[in-house]
Nanobody, 125 residues
Framework: QVQLVESGGGLGQAGGSLRLSCAVS????????MAWFRQAPGKERDFVAT????????LYADSVKGRFTISRDNAKNTVYLQMNGLKPEDTAVYFC??????????????????WGQGTQVTVSS
């Protein structure tokens, strides 16, 4: 049974930082590209960042480039999202997602095989 479990969300202040984690089990983690998406109330789920199998390459949405950093630890089967310079518009439920390695990068929700349940991030001004 594949499980992706996010943690680390909560309340942050504008200009502050939060670090999200996503622990993965039930699959060979090193065979999967990983990504973070987010969904604000009443809006579609949007791409945030993705990372290759080894972590050697990353891609970010323009809205978070230079502020967020995606990384992974294949020994711990975990992917991270370090969020710095938080803005109120970063408020959303954040989801991690996994896709079996094929073409990279993939930025559309339908391209991903597995999803976590999401973790709420709220940024106050």
């Amino acid at each position: 049974q594949v499980q992706l479990v996010e943690s680390g969300g909560g309340l942050g202040q504008a200009g502050g930082s939060l670090r999200l984690s996503c622990a993965v089990s039930g699959l060979t983690f090193s065979n999967y590209a990983m990504a973070w998406f987010r969904q604000a109330p009443g809006k579609e789920r949007d791409f945030v960042a993705t990372i290759t199998l080894s972590g050697s390459s990353t891609l970010y949405a323009d809205s978070v480039k230079g502020r967020f950093t995606i990384s992974r630890d294949n020994a711990k089967n975990t992917v991270y999202l370090q969020m710095n310079g938080l803005k109120p518009e970063d408020t959303a439920v954040y989801f991690c997602a996994a896709v079996y390695w094929n073409k990279w990068p993939k930025v559309r929700t339908y391209e991903y095989d597995y999803w976590g349940q999401g973790t709420q991030v709220t940024v106050s001004s």
